[in-house]
């Protein structure tokens, strides 16, 4: 028999919530038996880390650093570069 912890990693971190659902009355899911003892389990380090998310990068509010037009010329007057 398996601990809740165990079938849930071996299911590729299947909920805990699909694992109840799927158990028989007798705690089998296919061949697999439910350790009563061990119905539940707490939080997954793995499930935990892969659901974090960053939050996104702030858009910078500089002053224009230019106070008239054409004060600074942005360009591409290099074009393709030869390779060797």
Do not use: F
Request: aromatic share 2%; proline share 8%.
């Amino acid at each position: 028999s398996l601990t809740m912890e165990e079938i849930h990693i071996r299911l590729g971190h299947i909920a805990p919530e699909a694992i109840r659902c799927h158990t028989p009355k007798d705690g089998t899911i296919t061949g697999i038996k439910l350790d009563k003892a061990h119905s539940t389990m707490g939080a997954c380090n793995s499930c935990e880390y892969a659901k974090a998310t960053r939050k996104p990068i702030g858009k910078e509010h500089n002053p224009p650093c230019c106070e008239h037009l054409g004060d600074k010329v942005h360009t591409d007057l290099w074009g393709p570069s030869p390779v060797q």
